[in-house]
């Protein structure tokens, strides 16, 4: 598979479309009707998949270097680390250490898929198995190479590596990546975590209860978005409120 390398860039110009490989300072033009190639391109493309007209277009930027290889698997353990510094820069918040993390890669590294471009990890997704489902724990992609489809192939991998450990997915959400899940047709439910000392489940009797434990609730939802959230933040203000995506796979 392959895609641009890091110091590529393109975009579309009136007339033509711009490509710069910035560190070389080379400067193409090629005809607008390659838009839709350029986009596959920086998504990553397989040259089975490549049209007749697409296959002389990559072999033209092959030729200029234009090109990297690009790699789903899973990590490896020489790997690990790199992995752990991934999300340490790309996450504002770690929920779990990397010695805890290491522990689930010895017994499920299969779960542990990172995105590489030239054996350069750019992204990872990893998790392991719970009572009855399957926990995404962490994603990220570098940022240097978001928004170029990267995350949902890294969803899409865990999907099928998950199979063999049971029909559903649950992952966490940030509140910045809710449309991501929904786009990936994930369904939410609400996550309440309160401390017994601020609040009881009496408190919480308006919602739609789902399960509940003595410091948890976890409650269906009409709608999910993040303007909801934070009017239940604003009102329960000592409890934490988080989305939570789940998808029945196989």
Known sequence: ???????????KDINNM???DCKRLIDLKI?????????KIERGIDEKDLREREEFLIKDFK???LLANLEIRAIRKNEFNSAM????????IRVRTNKFLFEKF?????LFIGVFLD??????VCGFPREDYVLMSEIAVDERFQKRGFGKRLVKAFEQKALKFGGKINVGAMDNVIEFYKSLDYHPFLLIQFNNKDYSLKDFSSFRLIKTGSEFIEAEIKSCNINNLKGLRKKYSKAHFQYIFTKKIG
Do not use: Q
């Not at 510094?85 to 504002?92: G, V």
């Not at 010895?106 to 299969?110: N, Q, S, V, W």
């Not at 054996?119 to 990872?124: A, M, P, T």
């Open 85 to 92: 510094k991934l999300l340490d820069r790309e996450l504002k």
């Open 1 to 11: 598979m392959y895609t641009f390398n890091k110091h590529v860039r393109w975009r």
């Open 31 to 39: 005809p607008l009707d390659y838009e839709i190639t350029m986009k």
């Open 63 to 65: 030729n200029l270097k």
């Open 106 to 110: 010895k017994e499920f590294g299969e």
């Open 119 to 124: 054996n350069e990890i750019i992204g990872l």
């Open 18 to 20: 711009l490509i710069c």
